[in-house]
C-alpha cells in the first residue's frame, strides 16, 4: 500500500468540480497550482487532484454522470507576488479574467485576483496579508 499525504485543517475537507473538458481543466489548474506552489497529487483517465480540490469528468464513479455547476473557490497565496503568478498562469492557461489582482475591500489588506477556469467557475488567489499561523497546515498520513 503507498503512502499519502494530505494537508487538513479547515473547514472544507474536498471539493469535487465535474467538468466536460478534463484535459483543458487539467492545463488550466496545473498551471495555476504552479504558480501557487500546490502539487498535483494524483490523476487517473476521468479525474485529478491536488490536495482538497477534486476535478473529474461525468464518467468518474463519484460524478454520477452530472457537471457541477459554477463555482467559486479561493486558494490562499503566500505574498501580492504569488496572486500576480496565479492570475497570470491563468490567464495564459485558457482561463479568462475576471478581475484582476489588487486590493479588494472585504477586509484591510486583502488582495486578489480572479479568472473563469474553462469550465466558468469562478477562481481566485487571495493574499490576506502579514499574519502568523500556528503551523502551515495539518499533515495527516495514512
Request: proline share 4%; net charge negative; aromatic share 10%.
Amino acid at each position: 500500500m503507498s503512502m499519502q499525504s494530505l494537508h487538513r485543517g479547515r473547514l472544507i475537507d474536498h471539493i469535487q468540480l465535474v467538468v466536460k473538458d478534463l484535459p483543458a481543466a487539467k492545463r488550466f489548474y496545473a498551471a495555476v497550482f504552479e504558480a501557487l506552489e500546490i502539487p498535483l497529487g494524483g490523476e487517473g483517465d476521468t479525474y485529478f487532484w491536488a490536495d482538497e480540490l477534486f476535478i473529474s469528468t461525468a464518467d468518474s464513479e463519484a460524478a454520477a454522470g452530472v457537471l457541477t455547476g459554477r463555482h467559486h473557490l479561493a486558494f490562499q497565496a503566500k505574498n501580492r507576488a504569488m496572486v500576480d503568478a496565479f492570475h497570470r498562469a491563468a490567464l495564459a492557461s485558457g482561463g479568462q479574467d475576471n478581475g484582476a489582482p489588487g486590493e479588494r475591500k472585504y477586509h484591510p489588506g486583502y488582495y486578489g485576483a480572479f479568472a473563469l477556469d474553462p469550465a466558468g467557475n469562478n477562481i481566485e488567489a487571495v493574499y490576506h496579508g502579514e499574519a502568523q499561523r500556528s503551523a502551515p497546515s495539518v499533515n495527516i498520513t495514512f
